[in-house]
């Protein structure tokens, strides 16, 4: 299955500003299912210079820096990615990993919220000794529990808040998801990038979790939707904490207010 992808991000600024260096993340991550065919990136103004890097959690990004102000910054990206369809459940778990990534996993068990006893007890309902029985359970159980709605916010919800609610955006929901894993000395992360329901007609980035078992590695699970990921994701960035998987981030000089216009769209292409 080919998907066509097209995203464009628009900032239009009240004066003249200056572009600090830029960080684009909108290259897709390496998965067994999924295969590049295409990828345009264009920046508005043009760049000074640029260049590929890889950041210390391996996310490809464009970093591009300017010598001239402007009043805009567009970035627009299209893409044809080839997925195909894989067996998430195609490991054996292993009661110890062969190497020891104790320290490497480190950032991905670091508690940042303190789940109240509320969340304690929910979250010991669901418990298990197998830890692929325990992170597919939570995942159904935030999916039944919790409606997934989207948000315009740029602030997470702590977990607690969203807990005591009845509904959450794909960030939330996540974010959420990741702390309760983490409680159960499960290293988790998380993802942004897109996926492809046909039944919507619009499109937005998605934001989902993976969870680290020895011998089966990192495994997506989208608490939006109750399941495992499956070839109709395609990550673009991933990190022990949100605010770094956001596809741009930059700043720039001025005291000017910014706009922001984004689209999205996804397809099927014959």
Not at 34 to 58: C, F, M, W, Y
Request: glycine share 4%; proline share 5%.
């Amino acid at each position: 299955m080919l998907l066509e992808i097209e995203h464009l991000t628009s900032y239009r600024y009240s004066e003249k500003i200056f572009l600090e260096p830029q960080h684009l993340y909108f290259h897709p991550q390496y998965r067994s299912h999924l295969k590049l065919i295409k990828h345009e990136l264009q920046v508005l103004p043009n760049p000074a210079g640029s260049g590929v890097r890889i950041d210390v959690e391996n996310n490809t990004y464009t970093q591009c820096w300017f010598n001239e102000t402007t009043d805009k910054l567009e970035i627009s990206l299209k893409m044809l990615v080839e997925t195909s369809v894989f067996n998430q459940f195609n490991f054996l778990l292993e009661e110890q990993p062969k190497t020891d990534y104790q320290e490497a996993l480190g950032l991905y068990l670091t508690q940042t919220e303190v789940l109240n006893q509320e969340v304690q007890d929910w979250l010991n309902n669901i418990a298990s000794a197998d830890p692929n029985n325990f992170i597919s359970s939570l995942c159904l159980a935030i999916n039944n529990k919790w409606s997934h709605t989207t948000s315009d916010e740029s602030e997470l919800l702590d977990l607690n808040t969203c807990f005591n609610q009845d509904s959450g955006s794909c960030r939330d929901l996540s974010w959420m998801m990741i702390q309760m894993l983490r409680s159960k000395n499960i290293p988790a992360r998380y993802v942004s990038g897109y996926s492809h329901n046909p039944e919507l007609v619009g499109h937005e980035l998605h934001a989902w979790v993976e969870a680290w078992l020895p011998g089966a590695g990192w495994i997506g699970l989208d608490p939006s939707s109750g399941l495992f990921i499956t070839e109709f994701y395609i990550p673009m960035a991933s990190s022990y904490h949100p605010v770094n998987t956001l596809p741009i981030q930059g700043s720039f000089r001025g005291t000017a207010k910014a706009k922001l216009d984004t689209m999205v769209k996804i397809a099927i292409k014959q």
